[in-house]
């Protein structure tokens, strides 16, 4: 897959819900891969930071061929979109609905899933090489560099229900776009100036708290 592609996780309710559109009853996951304005843990790797995603972000997102994993893995499919899994963007995110595969796999899920011990999903996607499809905004909150807001997703590659963290809580897979965006930001001359100007600051405070 591309170096851009990027994989967030978020705990959040999956619901078993019984499906008798047919001539027999299945049951299906049912949640949300994600929610708009929802801002992120402190997240990091290169840099910290927190994110949101804005609820124009799927308007032109390529949603035609995603699959439903366990753990991201390609040989653990439950379904795919135009057969078994559906996506709905609402007002709160993206909504997923899946009747898995009648396979042994998908049955220890559903029963793992039905006892509460997995209850966790996360996403892959890509974020549109549009100049305007984040923004990187410097933070004034402690411990955070900058606030993140994505606003167009590329394309949406699979939904996972996932048993362990795809990367750990203070960590995120982010697009090697998106950091030579950043990188670039940081370079800037005016965030050079606001820098050495609140280090002289904290120099000056420093200085008259030992003075006095």
Same mark, same amino acid.
């Not at 851009?4 to 619901?15: F, S």
């Not at 939904?159 to 965006?181: F, H, L």
């Given at each position: 897959?591309?170096?851009?592609?990027?994989?967030?996780?978020?705990?959040?309710?999956?619901?078993?819900?019984?499906?008798?559109?047919?001539?027999?009853?299945?049951?299906?996951?049912?949640?949300?891969?994600?929610?708009?304005? +929802?801002?992120?843990?402190?997240?990091?790797?290169?840099?910290?930071?927190?994110?949101? #995603?804005? =609820?124009?972000?799927?308007?032109?997102?390529?949603?035609?061929?995603?699959?439903?994993?366990?753990?991201?893995?390609?040989?653990?499919?439950?379904?795919?979109?135009?057969?078994?899994?559906?996506? $709905?963007?609402?007002?709160?995110?993206? +909504?997923?609905?899946? +009747?898995?595969?009648?396979?042994?796999?998908?049955?220890?899920?559903?029963?793992?899933?039905?006892?509460?011990?997995?209850?966790?999903?996360?996403?892959?996607?890509?974020?549109? =090489?549009?100049?305007?499809?984040?923004?990187?905004?410097?933070?004034?909150?402690?411990?955070?560099?900058?606030?993140?807001?994505?606003?167009?997703?590329?394309?949406?590659?699979?939904?996972?229900?996932?048993?362990?963290?795809?990367?750990?809580?203070?960590?995120?897979?982010?697009?090697?776009?998106? #950091?030579?965006?950043?990188?670039?930001?940081?370079?800037?001359?005016?965030?050079?100036?606001?820098? $050495?100007?609140?280090?002289? #600051?904290?120099?000056?405070?420093?200085?008259?708290?030992?003075?006095?």
């Amino acid at each position: 897959m591309t170096n851009d592609l990027e994989m967030r996780q978020m705990t959040t309710p999956l619901i078993l819900e019984r499906n008798n559109d047919d001539e027999q009853d299945h049951d299906v996951i049912t949640g949300y891969a994600l929610k708009f304005n +929802k801002p992120s843990e402190v997240l990091g790797g290169f840099c910290r930071f927190v994110e949101q #995603i804005a =609820p124009t972000a799927l308007d032109n997102a390529d949603m035609s061929n995603v699959v439903a994993t366990i753990n991201h893995d390609q040989n653990q499919v439950l379904g795919r979109t135009g057969v078994n899994l559906t996506l $709905e963007p609402d007002d709160i995110g993206l +909504k997923f609905t899946v +009747k898995p595969t009648d396979t042994s796999f998908a049955r220890d899920l559903m029963a793992n899933v039905r006892a509460g011990v997995i209850n966790q999903c996360s996403f892959a996607f890509t974020v549109a =090489p549009d100049e305007d499809a984040e923004e990187w905004d410097e933070s004034t909150r402690d411990g955070v560099d900058y606030e993140r807001t994505i606003r167009k997703i590329d394309r949406l590659y699979d939904v996972s229900v996932v048993t362990t963290p795809a990367y750990p809580d203070t960590e995120a897979v982010v697009g090697q776009r998106s #950091i030579d965006r950043v990188h670039k930001q940081a370079h800037k001359p005016v965030d050079k100036e606001r820098r $050495e100007l609140l280090l002289q #600051i904290e120099k000056d405070e420093l200085l008259n708290s030992l003075n006095q």
